[in-house]
């Protein structure tokens, strides 16, 4: 057993590295590199794109702009919607050597409840992870932005399934930490943030909005610090696990994180510069000496510190 094991929410992990949702294209990633990918597969666990009801083509071009330490984002969640994924996707993921986390979204909740339903009732998927935080949808109201909202989604479907419900909060909010207190007290079993921070890059001929969307999400580096402020306030507030992400590049980065009282961590726009980085970041942190080591509050020594 590798020395960074752990139970995560009851699932077993050889590892805390996980990836953040629609960051890595497992799918496209095992066309590519075969079964190289399977013997090496770069997490310890694997988070999908996140599924809704209907298919979705997502938000018009351009989605991308690179920024100063990130990148914006404006996908708008394209996918091939929940039929097509469990018939086409599901099998495909089934054989990935890790567990599986599905991400869904509903856009209200009778669809969260049978997305939750309809994934929790397969062998295949070890956790699901409710997305209450696109910045790229118009919803009318950004759930994991808000307590009651939360609350109030979380219960939908809490009793929807017996796996394990991991709620994935904006950092858009007055106050993260209230949003995770209210989806913890509903039966959440995991909180993950962040998601992408809103942002708004001008095109530099026009001073007009460049993305298709007009708004998009940063993430990247450049999020890295708000993002140890929100999962370190999370981790005051409630005693479920944490997977911490936002801006990780190496296994100090994800040292940073565990030390402020993630449980695991997840890798995001780092992969699309390098897709073996997650496996990177958890050879650099068994080099540290193991995540088990650190202990909630227990601030790393610097002499440890690569
Ligand atoms: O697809 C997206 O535009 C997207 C999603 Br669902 C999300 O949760 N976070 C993000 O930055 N982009």
Redesign the pocket.
């Known amino acids: 057993m590798s020395d960074l094991a752990l139970d995560f929410c009851g699932v077993a992990l050889e590892g805390p590295v996980l990836n953040a949702?629609?960051t890595f294209d497992a799918i496209a990633a095992r066309r590519a590199f075969g079964d190289a990918l399977l013997e090496r597969f770069p997490f310890h666990a694997f988070v999908t794109k996140?599924v809704t009801v209907e298919p979705r083509q997502g938000n018009p071009p351009p989605r991308l702009w690179e920024t100063a330490g990130g990148m914006v984002?404006?996908?708008?969640?394209p996918n091939k919607g929940l039929d097509a994924f469990v018939a086409q996707d599901l099998p495909q993921l089934a054989e990935l050597p890790v567990p599986l986390v599905v991400s869904v979204?509903g856009f209200d909740h009778s669809e969260l409840a049978r997305l939750v339903e309809t994934v929790g009732a397969r062998d295949e998927v070890a956790l699901i992870e409710l997305?209450v935080?696109?910045?790229?949808v118009e919803t009318g109201v950004l759930v994991g932005a808000d307590p009651g909202e939360t609350d109030a989604a979380v219960r939908a479907v809490r009793d929807r399934t017996a796996k394990p419900l991991v709620v994935k909060l904006s950092p858009n909010s007055v106050d993260p930490a209230d949003v995770a207190r209210a989806a913890a007290a509903a039966g959440a079993d995991a909180i993950s943030l962040i998601?992408?921070l809103k942002g708004m890059p001008l095109d530099p001929r026009t001073r007009r909005p460049w993305l298709g969307g007009r708004t998009g999400?940063l993430?990247g580096p450049a999020v890295r610090v708000v993002a140890l402020e929100q999962v370190s306030a999370v981790a005051e507030a409630v005693d479920i696990p944490i997977v911490g992400m936002g801006g990780i590049s190496s296994g100090s980065d994800a040292l940073d994180f565990l030390s402020v009282g993630a449980t695991v961590v997840a890798v995001g726009t780092e992969s699309f510069r390098d897709p073996s980085v997650g496996r990177r970041i958890g050879s650099e942190l068994s080099a540290f000496g193991g995540h088990q080591t650190i202990r909630k509050g227990q601030p790393i020594s610097t002499s440890s510190r690569a």
Request: with cysteine; proline share 6%; glycine share 16%.
């Open positions: 949702s629609g996140t984002n404006s996908i708008g969640l979204m997305n935080s696109c910045p790229n998601n992408t999400g993430s």
